[in-house]
């Protein structure tokens, strides 16, 4: 059991000298969607998908490696959140996935909601559940968890796969760090824990090498949700505990 948070104020050089092109190379990419969108509606074409999935697959490569290496460019605000939420809008993106691995939703405390940045938090999750689904080779079961104890609310993914050596432990997070020869980036992780780096949150990945891996991230409601509660004396007062 690791607690790798601590350490993430490191990013490697490279990381940073990255970040700045993938901001001068988002831009033009959005741009060749947005015209993509119109000329698709002009012409008929099978290769739409195709180049659709390609394109969403270079955006969110440029996307992770930006909030991983340049937080000021992600210029999102803290807001009230429901992990709940985004935990079921994100595995509903995986429903393709549904014939071959089963997800079990373990979600308690479902209304705890926490103070967060809500479009870093989808890009977390959805990368927790990538991993977890590349994990598993063929049939397999993920089990999302969501819990609320005191004024930390629990998540917790875990998947019946391969398992990450013990040896490799240490190197989740780093920037680039990937087993995935052909088609990794080795940014999920990076972008994952210093997304919940910045929510004051703590990681705990538990793995076992052919059996599965879990990743267990504990969020703070902290104090500023508390704050925002007393200012605003209309908030939801239905919260669990
Ligand atoms: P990528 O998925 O592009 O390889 P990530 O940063 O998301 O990059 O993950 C880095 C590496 O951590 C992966 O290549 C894999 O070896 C390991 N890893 C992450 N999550 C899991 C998991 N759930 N099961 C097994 N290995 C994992
Ligand atoms: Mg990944």
Redesign the pocket.
């Known amino acids: 059991q690791i607690n790798r948070v601590s350490d993430l104020e490191r990013l490697s050089a490279i990381g940073q000298i990255s970040a700045g092109i993938a901001h001068e190379i988002r831009n033009p990419l959005t741009s060749v969607k947005g015209f993509l969108q119109l000329m698709q509606k002009e012409h008929e074409s099978s290769y739409w998908e195709i180049i659709n999935s390609e394109l969403e697959q270079a955006i969110s490569t440029v996307q992770n490696l930006l909030s991983v290496s340049k937080p000021e460019t992600n210029e999102e605000n803290f807001t009230v959140v429901n992990l709940c939420e985004i935990l079921e809008n994100t595995l509903s993106l995986f429903d393709h996935e549904m014939y071959r691995v089963q997800v079990e939703k373990r979600f308690y405390n479902t209304s705890s909601k926490i103070f967060g940045k809500r479009n870093q938090l989808k890009r977390a999750i959805f ?1 927790l559940l990538k ?2 689904y ?2 598993i080779e063929g049939n397999g079961t993920i089990t999302v968890e969501h819990y609320r104890s005191n004024d930390v609310v629990c998540i917790s993914i875990s ?1 019946t ?4 050596p013990s040896d ?1 432990l240490s190197q ?1 997070g780093t920037p680039f ?4 020869t052909d088609s ?7 972008q994952v824990y210093s997304t919940f780096h910045e929510h004051k949150a703590t990681i705990y990945v538990d793995s076992t090498e052919n059996q599965g ?1 879990k990743f267990t991230i504990r969020i703070p409601t902290t104090d500023r949700l508390e704050s925002h509660e007393q200012m605003k004396p209309v908030f939801d007062k239905t919260m669990d505990v």
């Open positions: 990368n991993n977890a590349e994990a998947d796969g391969k398992g990450i490799k989740l760090f990937t087993t995935k990794g980036t080795g940014l999920g992780l990076s891996t």
